[in-house]
């Protein structure tokens, strides 16, 4: 009887890991630094040591674990091998095979955005629907696409990068990626910013923005709550883009919900009402009722996603 299973969700700094049983209930979490140096060659070996850790301090037995399911920041193919995980130091990697054979588990891994949305679809905001998009706001967008049940990556593992969605033609500053006028842009705390310096620039507008020394995306929320114009404004024309690219995601993919993560989400209503009112200005007629939420798992989207990877082996 499998009656566990281990989440990891590695990051550039650290390494999350949890402990549940098959029915998704979390027993424990703990993390440990992500090496880096030697081109990431410590990460695995640091990792399966820490999950025979976990297991002998809960004399929990291998045989009772259904395996180990495991997001990592950059692209993972259908067969296990990581495409280059930059902040890692990995190069080509097959993650499964190496990660099985030094914890004796089975092991499943995916795309770190890909694992989150999975984790949010099945214990999360979006456990009341088998199809879900989940956008994380944070540094960049990104996210994952979960159709019934399942994470749908595309045929070049690139299912779920909405963030380089084109929203903007006319856009002439490149976004990171090298194309103009990603969602990106716009949509990400960074991107926020960047339409505060504009509206900052374009007018003498008295805003409280103009006393900040380092403008931030909270910053620029916060100033919006309390009702300033031109920190509204900005909101607005962040979350009009926003809306357009959920619009178009829901007439393409037709998810039953939107999930909203990352920083940017929690400064919740102000956000989820405006993208919604954008969104029903855009949306295909036969979608303008779908379920804008905002993520409710946090820092732990990752984990439970990976979970689900395993027991679903």
């Known amino acids: 009887m499998k ?26 979490k703990d993390e440990i ?14 990792l399966a040591a820490k999950v025979d850790s976990i297991l002998a301090d809960r004399k929990i037995e291998k045989d009772s674990v259904a395996g180990i399911g495991i997001g990592v920041p950059g692209p ?41 949305a999975l984790g949010e679809a ?23 696409i979960i159709l019934h049940d399942k994470i749908l990556t595309g045929a070049n593992g690139a299912g779920g990068e909405m ?19 990603c969602l990106e842009q716009y949509a990400s705390a960074t991107g926020v910013v960047r339409l505060a310096k504009q509206h900052l620039a374009a007018s ?31 909101v607005d024309e962040m979350c009009d883009y926003l809306g357009r690219a959920l619009a178009t995601l829901a007439c393409t993919i037709d998810p039953e919900a939107f999930i909203l993560g990352g920083g940017v989400s929690k400064n919740g209503p102000i956000l989820t009402d405006t993208v919604k009112k954008y969104f029903k200005k855009y949306a295909f007629h036969a979608c303008k009722n779908t379920s804008i939420l905002l993520a409710s798992l946090s820092n732990d989207a990752g984990i439970f996603g990976g979970a689900k990877l395993a027991i679903d082996l």
């Open 204 to 234: 003498d507008e008295a805003s409280e923005l103009r006393s900040q020394e380092a403008i931030s995306a909270k910053s620029i929320y916060d100033a919006a709550k309390d009702g300033d114009k031109m920190a509204l404004d900005i």
């Open 76 to 116: 993972v193919s259908d067969d296990g091998v990581v495409n280059h995980c930059v902040n890692l130091g990995w190069g080509v990697l097959p993650i499964e095979d190496e990660l099985g054979k030094l914890s004796g588990l089975p092991v499943k891994a995916g795309n770190d955005a890909n694992v989150a």
């Open 163 to 181: 963030g380089h969605m084109n929203v903007n033609v006319h856009e002439t500053e490149k976004c990171n990626c090298g194309l103009s006028g």
């Open 33 to 46: 630094p992500t090496n880096t140096e030697n081109g990431g060659s410590k990460i695995l070996p640091d």
């Open 122 to 144: 099945w214990m999360g905001a979006g456990k009341d629907f088998q199809s879900i998009i989940m956008v994380t706001l944070g540094t960049g967008v990104g996210g994952g």
């Open 3 to 28: 009656n566990y299973a281990i989440g990891i969700d590695v990051g550039g700094t650290t390494c999350k890991l949890g402990l549940f049983t098959t029915d998704g209930k979390l027993l424990m």
